[in-house]
């Protein structure tokens, strides 16, 4: 029997801001081309569901105004059960406004208006008044291994990381979570928050399968999957690391 | 002419003399130190015109639009100041003008026309006074340069609120967020929009970028889709829906990517004409640009025999003959604007040699991110078609990995990231007779002009 891994994208067509439709074609390619069939579900506003069904979850960024919808969905509707697949350990990759929505809150610009998240990330977000934005290259450890992640972030929002929660990895070029403390994302449990679109996952093949391997891990048992040809991605990652290294607008 | 402002004038001539001479090309620098000099420079220079000034603006199709206006009123008889390479900010549009004056400060033309950048419409309605502006429409597009959509319409309207009272907006009726900007009764609005009932697909659009009412949120219904968010919308929840356009697109019937005929009637009377330029996307320009003209008092005649004869600007869509074969240049900026260039690429049987040049410089987008909301899905879905994909340009790898991921052999695929090089090869395999589809951002298309022309091919830009 053919093992599957399914995919469910939370709000597509809301939450795609910067292509992380991109996020979810890695996961689903790189499953096929290790023999694993993708069931990719896409979940919108005011559908309930049972998210520990899913071996990924994922959410993408999206403007102030559908932000501000998918916030009062995940308090009428989802918040709940997200939560719940979170704590669970169901693998989740959560981008920019989906990541800042796992926090606890995020006070916004105008008027100090709090807008509450799930909680299930110790974290939380203070609007800024300078957008931070460019090429970025951070240092994570996931599974023992020490790996550089490149992307390119574009927020206003300031995130902070409390005690119950790690970073994703340490800035090496960029801003990261709030441009103070040299620290980007957030891992807990099975679940990364990132700033970082580019899409994410497309350059950092590294990141993708250990995703996909935990999530495969946790529904099969011990799994290792099909090392894959990664020239062209890996050219890609260095090249996007001397992009970061040089000024912008060149 | 005040002595600084004269000064300003000179100055910006001379640097415009000097980056012809070194071919540098340049368009913009000689603004930027002439409005350091005289910062009113623009508003003395557009208050000659005696036909007034117009503005072009919104986020796809201002070059293109503005092009066919400019020939327009060269049909006409006018004389425009037009800053046809599309130097649309404020610098851009400063140095242009101040090359139409001679050397006491008095314009050689008699009408303005500036395709205006969407930020810079403030500043450029103050100085330009302008009696006509144009919205074509909004698309996400260069996110990283605006932050949001909102701010972007917003800073447009901002421009238009500093119009004289009785100034007329001319706005795409199709385009949600374009149309909203027709809400004030100081200004007069004319609404162009298409009312071809054979056209309209069902459906949600593609790239969704809008579509929920700007007043109070709703998702809008369609009865009908005829380009991304483009359509016949209605807000089920406020009621706001799609204006009735006073210029119509009555009949278009594509013929590929040989162009399309369309059928436009206006308050003054009805023309038909063959556009040289494919797409619905060519279509709304068109349209557009007859709205501005005959609402300028241009005759219908007129405007029908020029855009019958209008051939495509400065690279953004253009076909340039290359010794034996010829290449099909079509600029590339946002997700829908690819997606219409591949499907164009895609109609016709023979095989495609294909060069995508992608860079990440300020005006191309720092964040190449949209690629992955291009349908590049569909272009590897037709591989058989495609003799070679090489991606350049200063992120060629990245090209390179969006089109593994969408299922593009590797065997078809090759990366070279200088564009010369990327285009020597790419001749070299495209077949006596071929054509060759090059696929640039901004930046990188200015390469592939420079790169054709030492080859011998194609003139410098600023002398289109």
């Excluded at chain 2, 910006?12 to 930027?32: D, E, I, Q, V």
Aim: glycine content about 10%; proline content about 4%; charged content about 20%.
């Amino acid at each position: 029997m053919q093992k599957s891994i399914r995919i469910c994208h939370l709000y597509p067509e809301l939450m795609n801001l910067y292509g992380d439709r991109g996020n979810v074609i890695a996961f689903s390619r790189r499953a096929e081309w290790m023999g694993i069939r993708p069931e990719v579900t896409a979940v919108s506003l005011s559908e309930s569901h049972d998210f520990t069904k899913y071996d990924l979850l994922f959410i993408g960024g999206g403007q102030d105004k559908e932000q501000k919808l998918i916030c009062i969905d995940f308090q009428q509707v989802k918040g709940k059960a997200i939560a719940d697949a979170i704590l669970s350990g169901v693998v989740t990759l959560a981008v920019c406004g989906g990541y800042q929505l796992l926090g606890k809150y995020y006070r916004t610009g105008q008027g100090d208006e709090v807008l509450p998240g799930i909680g299930v990330l110790d974290a939380w977000t203070v609007a800024g008044n300078k957008r931070l934005i460019g090429n970025v290259v951070i240092e994570s450890t996931l599974g023992g291994e020490t790996r550089t992640i490149v992307g390119f972030e574009n927020h206003s929002g300031k995130t902070y990381l409390g005690e119950s929660v790690t970073p994703l990895g340490r800035v090496r070029r960029g801003f990261g979570n709030n441009g103070e403390d040299g620290y980007e994302g957030c891992v807990y449990k099975n679940c990364v928050g990132t700033y970082l679109h580019g899409s994410l996952l497309p350059k950092n093949p590294w990141l993708t399968d250990y995703l996909i391997q935990t999530a495969l891990v946790r529904k099969y048992g011990d799994f290792s999957l099909v090392p894959l040809d990664d020239t062209i991605e890996d050219l890609a990652h260095r090249a996007a690391i001397s992009r970061a290294a040089q000024r912008p607008g060149l | 002419m005040s002595p600084s402002a004269l000064l300003a004038l000179w100055v910006a001539k001379a640097l415009a003399r000097l980056a012809r001479l070194r071919g540098t090309g340049g368009s913009t620098f000689p603004g930027r130190v002439a409005l350091r000099i005289e910062p009113r420079l623009l508003a003395y220079l557009s208050a000659q015109h005696m036909r007034g000034n117009i503005t072009i603006s919104g986020t796809n199709g201002k070059t293109t639009t503005a092009k066919m206006i400019a020939d327009i009123f060269v049909a006409a008889g006018w004389r425009p100041a037009h800053n046809r390479t599309g130097a649309n900010l404020i610098y851009g549009i400063a140095s242009e003008f101040a090359q139409r004056a001679n050397l006491f400060g008095r314009m050689q033309t008699d009408v303005g026309l500036a395709e205006v950048d969407e930020a810079t419409m403030p500043l450029a309605v103050k100085e330009l006074a302008p009696g006509v502006a144009l919205v074509t429409n909004f698309f996400r597009d260069q996110l990283d340069r605006f932050g949001e959509l909102e701010t972007t319409v917003s800073l447009v309207r901002k421009g238009l609120e500093q119009m004289a009272s009785g100034s007329t907006v001319v706005l795409n009726a199709d385009d949600p967020l374009a149309a909203s900007l027709g809400e004030s009764s100081r200004l007069r609005n004319v609404f162009y929009g298409i009312e071809d009932r054979s056209m309209g697909m069902e459906g949600r659009a593609q790239v969704a970028d809008i579509k929920r009412c700007p007043h109070c949120g709703a998702e809008y219904e369609y009865s009908g889709v005829f380009y991304a968010h483009l359509g016949r919308y209605r807000c089920p929840s406020c009621g706001y829906k799609r204006p009735e356009p006073q210029v119509k697109l009555l009949t278009y019937r594509s013929e590929g990517a040989r162009g399309s005929f369309c059928s436009v009637s206006t308050p003054e009377g009805t023309i038909d004409f063959s556009l040289k330029l494919p797409g619905v996307y060519n279509a709304y320009n068109a349209l557009g640009a007859v709205a501005c003209a005959s609402t300028l008092g241009v005759p219908l005649d007129t405007i029908r025999d020029a855009l019958s004869r209008f051939t495509s600007s400065f690279g953004r869509m253009e076909l340039v003959p290359v010794g034996t074969k010829q290449a099909f240049i079509a600029l590339v900026k946002n997700p829908t604007g690819f997606n219409e260039v591949i499907r164009t690429l895609l109609e016709g049987e023979e095989e495609k040699n294909i060069v995508i040049a992608i860079n990440d410089r300020y005006a191309d987008g720092t964040d190449v991110s949209w690629l992955w909301d291009v349908d590049f899905e569909r272009l590897a879905s037709r591989q058989q078609k495609i003799r070679f994909v090489i991606t350049s340009g200063i992120r060629a790898e990245d090209m390179a990995v969006r089109l593994k991921y969408a299922g593009l052999s590797l065997g078809l695929l090759s990366i070279e990231k200088d564009v010369k090089k990327a285009l020597d090869r790419a001749l070299g395999y495209t077949p006596d007779g071929g054509l060759l589809y090059i696929l640039p951002t901004y930046t990188a298309m200015l390469e592939v002009r420079d790169a054709l022309h030492r080859m011998g091919h194609a003139r410098q830009f600023w002398e289109v």
